[in-house]
């Protein structure tokens, strides 16, 4: 990672000591912030995304950012009142400058969103409506005279907050080079229809890449007018889960993007992690079961995986939407 010019990281976790006790099985995630600052120098993260589940509570979010910023670390996403969690982060390196906007559609409801005059995280809801099979959407679908059939679960973005990130991502392209869209979504596997909208208008407002995580699980990746989507590169670095479960065999995915070429290369890196949770990179040819699935799902949204040594390219397919 050192290697890398840039390097931008989903930070899903609190930076504080609380005053009180706070066991592993409350809400709210903090780990010691000079640990985690000198870990970010190390791995070279140059900026980070704060819209996410963990990151809860006023004074928790404003006191994460205050360390943050004394040690001049650029962060997106949450923020002292819903301008300032709307803003992006820009880092410039070698005359390009890089911005990175992130937002989250998974938070609670309750002193987690940031409003004009509290502080929280930046969301871009989604909705959720059960729709009763009335016709054959596919041969799957039982017949409707059948007793217990279940709902089609039907999801969208909110169109307001959805045209509030559009805008921010037009203002934030006016000003850098490069821009990443990063988004806190999903549930398990699926990728929905609100995370494909979302990510489709954050490339037609101008972003460049979009890069999907929360459930910690790898998702498809796929091209949209030649950019790539990245619902879910899983997790880095995350232990400690809800209720103070263990998962130390969550699988992830670094994302690699080298711009020097005339046109973008795409690559990613797969990792897991220790019992000590340590976080090292793995060889994509003991991965056959995660890599087989990703890569038929993603060759159905416009992207092709190719496994050259430790790493995996990801190319267009032609005629991708």
């Known amino acids: 990672m050192n290697d890398a010019d840039v390097v931008f990281s989903n930070l899903e976790t609190l930076l504080g000591r ?20 000198e870990l970010l120098r190390r791995a070279n993260v140059s900026a980070v995304g704060l819209a996410n589940n963990v990151n809860y509570g006023g004074a928790a979010i404003v006191n994460s950012i205050a360390f943050l910023d004394a040690h001049g670390i650029p962060h997106s996403g949450a923020g002292a009142n819903l301008e300032a969690a ?3 982060a820009v880092v410039e390196r070698d005359g390009r400058r890089y911005g990175f906007l992130q937002r989250t559609s998974v938070y609670w409801p309750t002193d987690h969103a940031a409003d004009a005059n509290a502080a929280g ?9 059960y729709e009763a099979p009335m016709y054959r959407y596919s041969p799957l679908i039982p017949p409707v005279n059948r007793p217990g059939i279940p709902p089609i679960v039907i999801t969208w ?8 990130f559009v805008d921010d991502i037009r203002h934030l392209r006016s000003e850098v080079d490069f821009l990443v869209a990063s988004i806190h979504w999903g549930l398990a596997g699926q990728v929905l229809t609100y995370m494909e909208e979302i990510a489709r208008a954050a490339i037609d407002a101008g972003a460049d890449v979009v890069v999907g995580h929360g459930p910690h699980q790898i998702l498809p990746i796929a091209f949209y007018r030649g950019r790539p989507i990245f619902y879910g590169v899983g997790c880095f670095s995350f232990n400690t889960g809800h209720l103070g479960m263990s998962h130390g065999d969550w699988i992830g995915l670094v994302a690699s993007i080298e711009l020097a070429a005339q046109e973008p290369r795409f690559s ?15 060889a994509p040819d003991d991965e056959a079961a995660t890599l087989e699935p990703l890569s038929v799902a993603s060759a159905a949204r416009g992207a092709e995986l190719h496994v050259d040594g430790d790493t995996v390219t990801i190319r267009r397919r032609g005629g991708e939407a």
């Open 18 to 37: 609380p005053k009180q006790p706070h066991s592993l099985q409350q809400e709210g995630f903090y780990a010691d912030p000079d640990i985690v600052v």
């Open 157 to 164: 973005a909110d169109r307001p907050h959805l045209d509030e």
């Open 121 to 129: 995280v930046a969301p871009m809801p989604g909705h959720t409506a």
């Open 86 to 88: 709307r803003r992006g």
């Open 268 to 282: 990613a890196r797969l990792v897991r992690h220790t019992d000590a949770n340590a976080t090292y990179f793995c």
